[in-house]
């Protein structure tokens, strides 16, 4: 069955820090990913995009994700995290084998100290 | 570009009861998604739509859950009668549907209190 795993539930760094957050993915297709943020009441916020190509790729409010098939992985990074970053961020995958339907990781809350 | 519309945003009712939510996706978006996400869980597809037809709806309680999209545009999610763990937040995606442009654009959502 198809499905993704993001390891952190909460994820707290400093403004002005790094950001990794983590996402792995079990499919039994050649997968597309995405990574959507979402700020509490809002709906999904599309931040970037994996179809095929190179394998890093850039998103919007500078984030950038980097597709490793070896790993099943597609995890997200930002260079210098801004107080406007806090919210949750969902990575999804989905396949045309599937009906292009998205599978979702359950999320990873990022909080930004400053 | 005006984006997936959703109403209404907020909707409380007692267990038994029914309730309707409406979407409408993306002006071209042949392509409409329903999906549940309940508090602290990633959003679960609930019924896919292309044009007026169900494409997936394996996920869809049908006992309780209706969903249609009549003119291929905009689009209903009934439940009924609601049960108590159906509070969730509701949300409407739509998508182009053709190959190299399978992203989905999200609606606010519809956030459902079942007492």
């Known amino acids: 069955a198809q499905s993704v795993t993001q390891p952190d539930i909460h994820i707290t760094v400093s403004e002005g820090a790094s950001l990794e957050l983590r996402c792995n993915y079990s499919y039994g297709a050649t997968p597309y990913l995405f990574w959507y943020v979402q700020s509490p009441g809002q709906g999904l916020q599309l931040l970037l995009k994996y179809f095929s190509g190179d394998t890093l790729v850039q998103g919007i409010k500078g984030f950038e994700a980097e597709f490793k098939r070896s790993q099943s992985s597609f995890n997200l990074r930002k260079p210098s995290v801004h107080w406007s970053d806090a919210a949750e961020y969902f990575c999804a995958v989905g396949a045309q084998e599937y009906g292009n339907k998205l599978v979702f990781g359950a999320g990873t809350i990022l909080r930004v100290k400053s | 570009e005006a984006g997936v519309a959703q109403s209404p945003r907020y909707k409380i009712i007692e267990k038994r009861q029914s309730v309707a939510f409406w979407c409408n996706p993306i002006?071209?978006?042949?392509?409409l998604y329903w999906y549940q996400q309940i508090l602290g869980q990633g959003p679960k597809l609930l019924i896919q739509?292309?044009?007026?037809?169900?494409?997936?709806d394996s996920q869809l309680p049908k006992d309780r859950f209706s969903a249609e999209r009549l003119k291929g545009v905009d689009s209903t999610l009934k439940i009924q009668p609601a049960k108590l763990e159906d509070s969730a937040v509701y949300l409407c995606a739509s998508s182009l549907g053709i190959a190299g442009s399978y992203e989905q654009y999200f609606g606010p959502g519809t956030r459902l209190t079942v007492t």
């Open positions: 739509f292309q044009n007026n037809g169900v494409v997936d």
């Open positions: 002006s071209g978006h042949a392509t």
